[in-house]
């Protein structure tokens, strides 16, 4: 930080009502400083060099020289200094160029003040928690992998002292093609649409027939085998590297290619991997088989939040009820696992209020059938929430995404990052610990 202890910030944008309202808009903030303004790339590139900011906020459409081209140019002679990108809706297009070019986040306008500040603040303590740029991701990807905003490259060392740690959510059907996978996926898009900076990492722990791929339409030679192989080698950035990146921004890390490379995933690996993960994302959603192994009590253990699927059929509702009483077993607090009834339809007669008083949980909540847009939506590779955002299944996902970016809220506003605050969190302690094996811990107490 410059003197004062600020972070000093330069303005770019070629309208000047534009450069006076964000000097307003941050005028409030103790920490952060404008230290100048510039309204083209070229007198950009000259401040930069005279004022040396910690943080550049750049248009990205200006008459001389466009922002991402302004970015490049000062980013090879300061490589010190941070780039936010602004657009305005449609430009989006831009958001990958300008990664690859340096920007570490993009705000699309309007923005509010708390968006542009916690992205200064980001990036800027992004770069002191980052000694040297990483390696170049090896991952094949239907984008190659860029650093994305709020997705931030994983440095080398967790950061220290009060880093940010994920809430990781878990999608477990109470019974097997209860659509578990579709909702998990269209969760994590969802969850992105509303927070468009939030770091969100898919895991696919469903380690035999793994979908998180072919539902996002993403290839890579990398999964969760990789991880296994290494285990004693791995690091976040490791992980990284492994992972591919959906155009949405969310990222994921891959179920094996084959069947036969599930067990190398061992309760152990996940662990491992969970823990490396925590502190660089805000979000961790992991996919499962509805099996109750080793592999997937681990999930289940370390989960903050458990969505249970549920469809109104039988079976479903029979196996939630003995979910909910395994769950009691293994000490998790009851707001840990919620209810999701999904491929509802009212007119099987069957009431969601009949389901809920049978189970004896609240359902969270209730996603419509429809066969046609989810079979679409699968068979396209794009997520419905996407692709169908007025269909009424999308805006009940969404609210889903809604109730748990809400559940996630108090910390990160309070700015203090308190693991206890977490839904589930805070009765860690009272997990059962050292019985290794699932009957054990069942039942041998
Ligand atoms: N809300 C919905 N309405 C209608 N069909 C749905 C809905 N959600 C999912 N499906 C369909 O249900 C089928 C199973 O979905 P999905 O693979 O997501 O379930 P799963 O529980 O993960 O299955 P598996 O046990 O095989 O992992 C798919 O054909 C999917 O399109
Ligand atoms: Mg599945």
Known sequence: M?????????????????????????????????????????????????????????????????????????????????????????????LRRSMLAGAREFLVKP????????????????????????????????????????????PEAAPSGGGRRAQLICAFGAKGGVGTSTLLVNTAIALRHHHAHARIVIVDCDLQFGDVGVMLNMETTHSLADVASSIDEIDAQFLENLMVTHTSGVKALLAPPSPADAELVTAEVLKRVFTLLRPHFDYILVDTRTSLNETVLTILDEADTILLIITTEIPAIKNAK????????????????????????????????????????????????????????????????????????????????????????????????????????????????????????????
Do not use: W
């Open 322 to 445: 003995m979910f909910f009483e395994v769950a009691e077993q293994l000490g998790y607090p009851e707001a840990k696992v919620k209810l999701v009834l999904n491929k509802y339809d009212p007119r099987d007669g069957i009431g969601v209020d009949a389901i809920q008083g049978s189970i004896r949980h609240p359902i969270l909540v209730t996603v419509s059938d429809d066969a046609r847009l989810t079979r679409n939506a699968v068979n396209q590779g794009i997520p419905f929430v996407t692709s169908h955002q007025r269909a009424q299944i999308a805006q009940e996902v969404m609210r889903l995404a809604n109730t748990l970016q809400s559940a996630q809220q108090p910390a990160e506003q309070a700015g203090q990052p308190d693991p206890s605050a977490r839904p589930g969190a805070s009765q860690e302690p009272q997990k059962p610990k050292g019985k290794p094996s699932l009957f054990g811990r069942l039942f041998g107490r």
């Open 111 to 154: 923005f509010t003040a708390e968006e542009l500040c916690s992205s200064i603040r980001r990036v800027y303590s992004l770069a002191q928690q980052r000694p040297a740029p990483p390696p170049p991701p090896t991952t094949v990807s239907e984008t190659p992998a860029p650093p994305f905003p709020g997705t931030p490259q994983v």
């Open 2 to 94: 410059g003197a004062g202890d600020k972070i000093r910030l330069l303005i770019v944008d070629d309208i000047p009502e534009t450069r006076e309202n964000l000097k307003k808009l941050l005028f409030f903030e103790n920490d952060i400083e404008v230290v100048g303004t510039a309204g083209s790339g070229t007198e950009a590139i000259e401040l930069a060099h005279k004022l040396q900011p910690d943080v550049i906020l750049m248009d990205i459409n200006m008459p001389d020289i466009d922002g991402i081209t302004t970015i490049e140019r000062i980013a090879k002679d300061l490589p010190h200094i941070q780039f936010i990108m602004m657009s305005v809706q449609g430009e989006t297009d831009y």
